[in-house]
């Protein structure tokens, strides 16, 4: 599995933006999917993932009622819908794709294919 993200760019606080991740490959519609970032001079963590199904969706406390990830499988695309966009936002969002368990979606290492990132930057 390939993916290519992108929607990222410049918005000022409060803004909105959509991530889109783009993958190839057949076997899109088995992996679970996820979202991740990296601030400047921070571990990269994790923002948001969504089962192989759609069905479940899993959020960052610090995201949460925030963002929305989504899914089309019949588009092989992933999807983050950002709002409400804070300062401590900024960062390199990056897609991944892999066979995870639900208890392990929020770990970059359950991930086995990446992305190259997006970058988000938020003004005051």
């Known amino acids: 599995v390939q993916l290519q993200a992108s929607g990222g760019g410049l918005v000022q606080a409060g803004g909105s933006l959509r991530l889109s991740c783009a993958a190839s490959g057949r076997t899109f519609s088995r992996y679970s999917m996820g979202w991740f970032r990296q601030a400047p001079g921070k571990e990269r963590e994790f923002v948001a993932a969504i089962r192989w199904s759609g069905g479940s969706t899993y959020y960052a406390d610090s995201v949460k009622g925030r963002f929305t990830i989504s899914r089309d499988n019949a588009k092989n695309t992933v999807f983050l819908q950002m709002n409400s966009l804070k300062l401590e936002d900024t960062a390199v969002y990056s897609c991944?794709?892999?066979?995870?368990?639900?208890?392990?979606?929020?770990?970059?290492?359950?991930?086995?294919?990446w992305g190259q990132g997006t970058l988000v930057t938020v003004s005051s």
């Open positions: 991944a794709a892999g066979n995870t368990i639900v208890s392990s979606v929020y770990y970059a290492r359950s991930y086995g294919y």
